[in-house]
Nanobody
Framework: QVQVVESGGGLVQPGGSLRLSCAAS????????IGWFRQAPGKEREGVSC????????YYADSVKGRFTISRDNAKNTVYLQMNSLKPEDTAVYYC??????????????????WGQGTQVTVSS
């Protein structure tokens, strides 16, 4: 089955950390750019971070720059989003997506072929 699956979400206190994983099955992530998106209740979906397929070029939204790090491990067919210094405003459902035509810039626009089901991240004391 061709899919991407997110994991690693949960409840964390402000200032804490989580690492989200985006694992692909049925296809090789090497040839795809990966985007992480989030959607909070009542808000539009936001492109948080993305990474290119080839040169490792990355993008981060201003709201997460310096706190989140995206990385890929092609040997494990997985992309990660390390989230540090989490804030209550980071609370959202986080989705990963694999795209064949993606521009690694503001909002990570492009054609995403595979989307995960999402993982909930809640930052609260």
């Amino acid at each position: 089955q061709v899919q991407v699956v997110e994991s690693g979400g949960g409840l964390v206190q402000p200032g804490g950390s989580l690492r989200l994983s985006c694992a692909a099955s049925g296809f090789t992530l090497d040839y795809y750019a990966i985007g992480w998106f989030r959607q909070a209740p009542g808000k539009e979906r936001e492109g948080v971070s993305c990474i290119s397929s080839s040169d490792g070029n990355t993008y981060y939204a201003d709201s997460v720059k310096g706190r989140f790090t995206i990385s890929r491990d092609n040997a494990k067919n997985t992309v990660y989003l390390q989230m540090n210094s989490l804030k209550p405003e980071d609370t959202a459902v986080y989705y990963c997506a694999a795209g064949s035509i993606v521009v690694v810039t503001t909002g990570c626009p492009g054609q995403f072929d595979y989307w995960g089901q999402g993982t909930q991240v809640t930052v609260s004391s």
